[in-house]
């Protein structure tokens, strides 16, 4: 055997384009508007070394459990500290989750048109797993999840790239005729219009639910991820965490983690902003000939009646303007376009409208 053949060898996650320059980007979900200003007062104030009167904390090792950051959360959430686990952006969270609530040779379930992160960390984990079939209309077909002798269950709600928001009693009923697979809810997206199934930690032991700093909260670059579950729960993803890596919370993605989270008015504000542009941008975008579900996220997740997706994500591209697009199955005529600032939304219109007719 070469060592070629003892290699672990995975294809890995492709994510949207990052162009550097001056372009219109509707092609990754991040948030249109900066982050809380208190963000960058905190910045300022560390660099001064003026957080810590004790010492200037980048040369210790921050805080294993990120406690400034979890104590912030608790009380944002109103959620106990204990249930509360925080990771490097919520990929960190949920591969941490994957690889330790997914430990059996039964396979996970999660759906055809999903993250494509999840088919990857199954294979990097070697976890075997399903993928079953959303109907035409991208929804959720509950009865696949039901009554199966699993090794888990992952979804997000809203799905992605789909948009499509389930009600928290779909997944509760998923989670009760289950008890015997964890059942982890990804919602990436919720803070745009949908209802959090947070409160079913409190109900299930079987529940865990992921959110991140990354979409709602304008912090892609920091890397902050959260769940929630039950302490016995949360308890067994640090074991896994810590002997994996005991600080990956750096010091300056806790403190400024701390002050995003506490400013929930701004994080209000925005984000009743980002959700009127999105409905607005609904109008806009039927009257051009697309067709889209009712998407709760911040994107959408459309087809034009004549026009091939290919060619409009090209000539958008050529128009410095950045969507999503993805040569598969099922999904190649769709394109995913994130929702911006409400300018960056009429310029985009105003290159469709070129393009469709
Ligand atoms: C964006 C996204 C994530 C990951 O975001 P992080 O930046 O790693 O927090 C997780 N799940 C879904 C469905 C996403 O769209």
Redesign the pocket.
Known sequence: MSWEDKIRKVEPYVAGEQPVGKVIKLNT?EFPYPPSPMVATRLYDMAQDEIDSSDNMLRKYPNMDADKLVRAISQVYGVDYDKIFVGV????V?AMAFLTYFNSDKPILFPDIT?S?YDVWAEVFRIPYEQKKLNDDFFINKEDYIGRDCGGIVI?NPN?PTGVLEEVSFFEDIIKRNPDCIVII?E??IDFGGESALPLIDKYDNVVI?Q????SRAL?GL???MAFANPGLIRYLKDVKFSINSYTMNYPAIEIGTVSVLDTEYFDKTVKMLIKTREETKIELKKLGFKFGDSKANFIFATHESVPAGEIFRKLKEKNIYVRHWDKPRISNHLRISIGTDEEMHTLIEALKEIVN
Do not use: E
């Open positions: 979900n952006g919520s990929d960190d949920l993250y992160f997000p992605a990804d990436a997206y992921v991140t700093f990354s979409k892609a890397r902050i991820g």
